[in-house]
């Protein structure tokens, strides 16, 4: 099954294709480009560009896979954009994740390497980009991504160290360091790395096989109206 999936949220754009390769064995093939703008521009060129460089045609196309957000609200929306139309030229099934599970595992995946002076073991890891005034955009992972401990929220650091109170936290995104400042101010543990790390497409068409299909694309911006109360599994 060959899964295109798309990447849009914050500053990066990103398009990968997760196909099998001669031998039979998966194979990812990738555009990745760090961007604070012009994503909807260059988005279907790199789509196209990706999948005519794989030799396929965009009806060798079995799923598509998209981020729906939290990010920018227009990052958001060129995304899904696109996958609308493709899904509806094509008829094909779709799958969701949010930007921050793509993030988390993509940073798990950087810290499993060993490069990183943390334990992720009995950790929490906290995906957090930069919202401005003050907030952050977070979700939280026990011991692997299928293991959810906060879900994607609009928050300041300090309610969110409030909330994970009591747990070691490593944080990793733009909003990593002010929760990390947030925490250790309450008394908890917390290491703040990989700052600079944006969600890829890359670690979205590696988790689109087990994501279930969505039917029904709709952003999620958690602007202040939508944002709700914080909820935190028990430990």
Known sequence: MITLAIDTCFGACSVALRLRGPDGAPQIREDYREMATGHAEVLLPMIDELVRGAGLRMGDLARLAVTIGPGSFTGARIGLSAVRGLKLALGLPVVTLTSLTVLAYRADLLIESGEFPVTREGAVLVAAMDARAGRIYAEAFGDCIANPVAPPQ?????????????????????????????????????SAILTQLQPHARHLALLADAAPLTFKLDPLYLRDTDAKPMAVAAP
Do not use: Q
């Open 154 to 190: 609009l928050c300041t650091p300090a309610n969110l160290a409030v909330a994970l109170s009591g747990r070691r936290i490593i944080a990793v995104g733009s909003g990593g360091p002010m929760l990390a400042e947030a925490m250790t101010a309450a008394g908890g543990e917390a």
